[in-house]
């Protein structure tokens, strides 16, 4: 079994799956939201018909100081979407406070271009955010 990891945005969200011994994290791909978790939630089912999950973990983005923002009210609302559609599963959630940082300065130290940024930064986050996850573990 595997975990999936997700850095829910309010734009995009990125998708982060672990290896079958859950040791490593890779990055799966960036779901476009187009302002409906409905198309994000499709995605989910195809990717869980595909991999075989029995955890999802999604980044909480508190602030700085530790307390919840609109953004964490928002995603909170995703992940109460994400228990009612998959009970089956095991929801939990990891602090992501800097993952985007982390990204963007992953990606600066591999020298990717800005142009294309955009696309990954989410899917980094996502493997950052798993990997938190499998450390904890």
Known sequence: ?????????????GVAITDEL???AQGLETI???????????????????YQVDTIVVGLPLTLKGTKSERTIKTEEFIHKL???????????VDERLTTVQAHSTMNMLGVKNTKKRGIVDTI?????????????
Not at 1 to 13: C, I, N, S
Not at 32 to 50: A, G, H, M, T
Not at 125 to 137: H, T
């Open 1 to 13: 079994m595997r975990v999936l990891g997700l850095d829910y945005g309010e734009a995009r969200v």
């Open 22 to 24: 859950k040791i490593t």
């Open 32 to 50: 476009q939201r187009n302002n409906s978790d409905k198309i994000v939630l499709k995605r989910i089912d195809e990717i869980l018909s595909e």
């Open 83 to 93: 228990k009612c559609k998959y009970n089956t599963l095991k929801i939990e959630t």
């Open 125 to 137: 986050a996502a493997v950052y955010i798993l990997e938190v996850y499998i450390n904890k573990k």
